[in-house]
T-cell receptor
């Protein structure tokens, strides 16, 4: 799996967009970018994933640069409940029996 | 669907005791796994299973046993509990194939070993 780099922490004002960056400069052509988050004391929660096109679902948007070396997770209107640690993971879609590896992630604090 | 369920939610053990953490999923997922998370740390993989009858070790398997006799259940057994096993334990499941990495996690079991 390609290595990812994320800032350790970020703050965002409630109601504003939260933009969480992730660098993955060694990503391979068949590797996807996955985002998870972990709200305090809960299990991780899958958010979104993408290969090269931008993706949007009910939770977030994922913007992947054209060279695929970095991406940004966007929470369009952050709320206090979005305060969590966000993990960016890069791996092939059909990963067989190789388990997910969670790095240190970005701790997002949404401030009222 | 109940998703991934874990029992118990909380448990206190004495050193040397044994117990089983239960995990069940009702989504017919082939892949299941157990992670532990220590305070302020990331998740570390203990054991995983790619299907009924198949299990394998993760990053930190020592002191734990697993079995997968059915698709739905993946219990984690602590053989001789030690204070170093005080942690929060999460179970996860996912389909095989292209959706493999879209994993569903349970609510966790908070274990304290005295």
């Amino acid at each position: 799996d390609a290595k990812t780099t994320q800032p350790p922490s970020m703050d965002c004002a409630e109601g504003r967009a939260a933009n969480l960056p992730c660098n993955h400069s060694t990503i391979s052509g068949n590797e996807y970018v996955y985002w998870y988050r972990q709200i305090h004391s809960q299990g991780p929660q899958y958010i979104i994933h993408g290969l090269k096109n931008n993706e949007t679902n009910e939770m977030a948007s994922l913007i992947i640069t054209e060279d695929r070396k970095s991406s940004t997770l966007i929470l369009p209107h952050a709320t206090l409940r979005d305060t969590a640690v966000y993990y960016c993971i890069v791996r092939v879609a059909n990963s067989g029996n190789t388990p997910l590896v969670f790095g240190k992630g970005t701790r997002l604090s949404v401030i009222a | 669907n109940a998703g991934v369920t874990q029992t118990p939610k909380f448990q206190v053990l004495k050193t040397g005791q044994s117990m089983t953490l239960q995990c069940a999923q009702d989504m017919n997922h082939e892949y299941m796994s157990w992670y532990r998370q220590d305070p302020g740390m990331g998740l570390r993989l203990i054991h995983y299973s790619v299907g009924a009858g198949i299990t394998d070790q993760g990053e930190v398997p020592n002191g734990y046993n697993v079995s997968r006799s059915t698709t739905e259940d993946f219990p984690l057994r602590l053989l001789l509990a030690a204070p170093s096993q005080t942690s929060v334990y999460f179970c996860a499941s996912s389909p095989s194939g292209k959706s493999y990495n879209e994993q569903f996690f349970g609510p966790g079991t908070r274990l304290t070993v005295l």
